[in-house]
């Protein structure tokens, strides 16, 4: 199976070049980013954080959208499910995030652990993507793991998320 292409949706009023580091660790596992239609036989994962991930969820409603979405700190603003400002983004808030906007059944968990962030990391909304590698290493795991057996199971038209 062809590594797949990587589309970063950002968080809002972050920098796309702030996301430089996660794009780079990407790279050094050999997964790219460019667009699609430069080899279109080739999957798209769309990895969308924070509000970039809700938007995710609208992209992934369309026929046309990508093979699998990875959200990373996305949920549900809702005051009933987030009743508290600020951060960090409660696990209610990403239920009901994942039952409003996914398939459950198609959807793969994960919850990123201060122990498993690398020397320097962190679990941090924000500053995560400043040393990505837990992170994007998951991603590839997933992907190489998980996604082939929810295509063998017919699941590839519902596109997986994480």
């Known amino acids: 199976m062809l590594s797949p292409h990587v589309v ?7 920098p796309s070049g702030y996301y430089r580091p996660l794009v780079e ?4 596992h050999g997964w790219r980013a460019q667009a699609r239609s430069e080899e279109p036989e080739r999957p798209v994962v769309l990895l ?18 990508a093979d699998a979405l990875v959200t990373i700190g996305a949920g549900v603003p809702w005051f009933r499910v987030h009743p508290w400002a600020g951060l960090p983004v409660p696990e209610r808030s990403i239920d009901a995030y994942v039952d409003l ?9 994960w919850t990123y652990r201060r122990a498993e962030a690398p020397v320097g990391g962190s679990t ?9 590698e837990a992170v994007v290493e998951h991603v590839i795991d997933w992907w190489d793991s998980v996604v082939p ?14």
């Open 25 to 28: 660790s990407f790279a050094a």
């Open 48 to 65: 969308g954080h924070s509000l970039g991930g809700q938007l995710g969820a609208l992209v992934q409603a369309r026929d046309d959208g």
């Open 101 to 109: 906007f996914l398939d459950p059944d198609l959807t793969s968990r």
């Open 8 to 14: 970063v949706s950002a968080a809002m009023a972050v």
């Open 124 to 132: 941090d909304h924000v500053a995560w993507f400043r040393r990505p």
């Open 149 to 162: 057996r929810q295509v063998a199971g017919g699941g590839v038209t519902d596109r997986p998320a994480t």
